[in-house]
């Protein structure tokens, strides 16, 4: 029996644990065993190793890990998603399959790619195959002081965006948006009647909401928009990607009926493996060519444990490196 060094989820509990385990075997001819270069600490990676993700099927033991570059057999480097939530890619050798990989340009820094494809991805699929955007669109990024939020802001602006305005708690993250093409900032407060008008003023005639929140902000912040719409026929394409402050909202039917909201999500489910694939090569090239920033720090895997402890600085994204 083959055996790999892996991250190992043995309790939802606890962080994972650095320790053997058998190497994946290949369940078609098309599936190829890669060395893995490097693999991002996602919160998504998280969410899946404490079983709180919605895809998680509560199997233990697990190797957390959504996505990895890795090296074929032949020398070539490929960026892959993991096609079992119960073997991911945290480890020395993962599976990836032609379908949800893709070759990497011999210029592409794996770190980098590894820090920013989820992220990214997360908005670039939003604004490509949930609600295409449209040159001149403007566009809200509510929880722009994320790292995936940050990068939404410039995912927009690369897209097409005629205006951007990027709403979140951090101050100081806030104000480092307007650099990477938010031209408006919102900072959200606890007072929800003055986050409420801030918001409308910002960005009350919007064509598109990133939303990596829900919970109470989001439920604030659609009546505050809705009510202070110029014309309410105008289209409000609320995408919905996160639930960082709440899986839930209370939204009165009023909304609905008195203006022209449009709710619905991105990710797993509602896109398509296909589509997903279809995004990366140009994803890919953003990243590679800098249209895209990202900070990657990278870890020996060997360290899973404190890297999951860790904090991140802002703007930040743990990598760990067989």
Do not use: C
């Not at 078609?28 to 969410?47: N, T």
């Not at 639930?243 to 990710?267: D, H, K, M």
């Not at 800098?290 to 890297?307: S, Y």
């Amino acid at each position: 029996m083959a055996m790999m060094n892996a991250a190992v989820v043995t309790s939802f509990a606890e962080p994972p644990h650095y320790q053997r385990f058998e190497v994946p075997r290949p369940r078609s001819a098309e599936e190829a065993l890669v060395d893995v270069l490097a693999v991002g600490l996602h919160p998504r990676v998280r969410s899946g190793a404490a079983g709180a993700h919605y895809t998680s099927t509560g199997t233990l033991p697990m190797i957390p890990g959504i996505d990895a570059v890795g090296q074929r057999p032949d020398g070539s480097r490929v960026y892959f998603v993991a096609a079992d939530d119960v073997i991911g890619t945290m480890a020395d050798k993962a599976l990836a399959g032609p379908r949800r990989s893709i070759a990497l340009p011999g210029n592409a820094d794996v770190a980098k790619v590894a820090a920013a494809m989820n992220p990214a991805m997360s908005s670039w699929v939003a604004l490509r195959r949930r609600v295409p955007l449209e040159r001149g669109h403007s566009v809200l990024i509510l929880g722009a002081t994320g790292n995936a939020g940050a990068m939404a802001v410039q995912v927009a602006r690369l897209l097409g965006a005629g205006h951007v305005v990027g709403a979140g708690r951090d101050p100081g993250r806030l104000q480092a948006l307007t650099a990477v093409g938010a031209d408006n900032i919102v900072q959200l407060t606890d007072d929800g009647d003055a986050t409420g008008k801030a918001l409308a003023a910002a960005a009350a005639d919007t064509d598109i909401v990133i939303d990596y929140l829900w919970g109470k902000p989001a439920q604030q912040a659609i009546m505050a928009l809705l009510t202070a719409r110029a014309d309410r026929g105008r289209a409000l394409n609320w995408i919905q990607i996160g639930a960082v402050a709440g899986p839930a909202i209370e939204l009165p039917s009023v909304a609905l009926r008195s203006a022209n909201l449009r709710l619905q999500g991105s990710g797993q489910g509602s896109v398509g493996p296909a589509d997903y694939l279809a995004e990366l090569p140009s994803l890919v090239d953003a990243i590679s060519n800098g249209a895209i920033a990202v900070k990657a720090n990278t870890m020996p895997l060997a360290d899973v444990e404190e890297a999951w402890t860790r904090e991140e600085r802002p703007g930040e994204r743990t990598v760990l490196v067989p």
